[in-house]
């Protein structure tokens, strides 16, 4: 089936960049009628791939002469799964005013991927997290996303080679965010942050040890956000959250969260309210992507500067708030769980005192 869909496509770009003007004339309904049985063959492929489209049409179709094809208002509707966790499933819907494929250089036999005017809202109700969190739109400004990419249209077997090269390249940019092909982007969204919305450049990134160009949001511009927190990041956890750009709304959002719930618990349980904070922070970050990445995020932040009991207690109150993700806790149930927990530390005072009990035990 996947190499029948690559035969397939190889055709349809051979007769629609070198057919000539005669195709041209006759354009828009032939490739209007190619490309939605192409859009047939590419949900049913893409399926198996654990990338499922709910929904995939567009408008109208232009043929700009033989240099290239637009189809214009696309409406995309996905669901993304990496795996069985809840964690590796994502959906989204996603509209773009225009996706053209153009020749680039035909004797070079380099072509070109557009799309311009992209609007995304990431959907409800993929985890824990996302309950709460809601259906939310993620803005995009100045968005312009290019791919550029060779295809031997004159040795149709090297295309389909090449074809099946950038097939799997899509499905592993679906689901992470990289691949190899050249890429290009200059798109700009914005998170709220204190309730003020701060803009963020999504770049395309070349890394010369993997090879590959990946997504990632502006560094410098993240560093803007974490100077108005009242606990700024440090290098590590902005590292974090701009090689992950997918889940940066989501990683704001638990931020802000806790700290919500840590001022409110300052004011009924004061006593409790450190320990609170990072065992709810840490609940989160596990319930929306797992105990491996919570613990990845939550390790980056005790990197910061501290003592060294400071950083014991807190690890110690995020490896609980793993614990009680994992154990399928409620929100409401966390603050007295932690409050009867004998392995909850709630001031640097008892990791002095544990230490100090361990010693005494060796000494016997």
Do not use: C
Request: hydrophobic content about 40%; glycine content about 6%.
């Amino acid at each position: 089936m996947k190499r029948k869909f690559l035969v397939y496509l190889s055709l349809f770009l051979v007769v629609s960049f070198v057919a000539g003007e005669y195709l041209y004339l006759m354009a828009p309904e032939i490739v209007d009628k190619a490309s939605r049985k192409a859009i047939k063959v590419v949900t049913k492929v893409m399926n198996n791939e654990g990338i499922k489209f709910e929904r995939l049409d567009y408008n109208w179709v232009l043929v700009k002469g033989v240099s290239g094809i637009s189809w214009n208002d696309v409406n995309i509707s996905i669901n993304v799964n990496k795996g069985s966790a809840e964690e590796d499933k994502k959906f989204f819907y996603m509209y773009v005013k225009e996706a053209e494929f153009s020749v680039q250089n035909l004797l070079a036999e380099t072509f070109l991927i557009n799309i311009r005017d992209i609007s995304v809202i990431r959907g409800k109700g993929l985890n824990a997290f996302a309950n709460w969190l809601g259906e939310y739109e993620i803005p995009l400004e100045d968005n312009n996303f290019k791919i550029l990419f060779r295809l031997d249209i004159f040795n149709p077997s090297n295309a389909i080679l090449q074809l099946e090269q950038y097939y799997f390249n899509f499905v592993r940019f679906m689901k992470d965010s990289r691949g190899y092909m050249p890429m290009s982007s200059s798109i700009s969204t914005s998170f709220m942050i204190n309730d003020e919305p701060f803009k963020v450049r999504l770049e395309i990134v070349f890394n010369k040890q993997e090879g590959e160009y990946g997504m990632q949001l502006n560094i410098n511009d993240l560093r803007s956000i974490s100077a108005i927190m009242p606990n700024p990041m440090n290098e590590l956890e902005l590292g974090i959250i701009s090689k992950n750009p997918d889940k940066a709304s989501t990683l704001f959002g638990i931020w802000r969260r806790s700290i919500d719930e840590w001022k409110k618990t300052e004011k009924t349980r004061p006593e409790l309210a450190h320990a609170y904070r990072h065992v709810f922070w840490s609940y989160l970050l596990t319930n929306a992507y797992g105990q491996d990445f919570a613990r990845m995020v939550t390790d980056a932040h005790e990197s910061n500067e501290g003592s060294e009991l400071d950083h014991e207690m807190d690890q110690k109150n995020n490896e609980l708030g793993r614990e009680y993700a994992a154990r399928g806790y409620q929100e409401y149930e966390l603050l007295d769980k932690l409050s009867k927990d004998p392995n909850a530390v709630r001031s640097e005072k008892e990791i002095g005192l544990a230490r100090q009990l361990i010693t005494m035990m060796k000494g016997q």
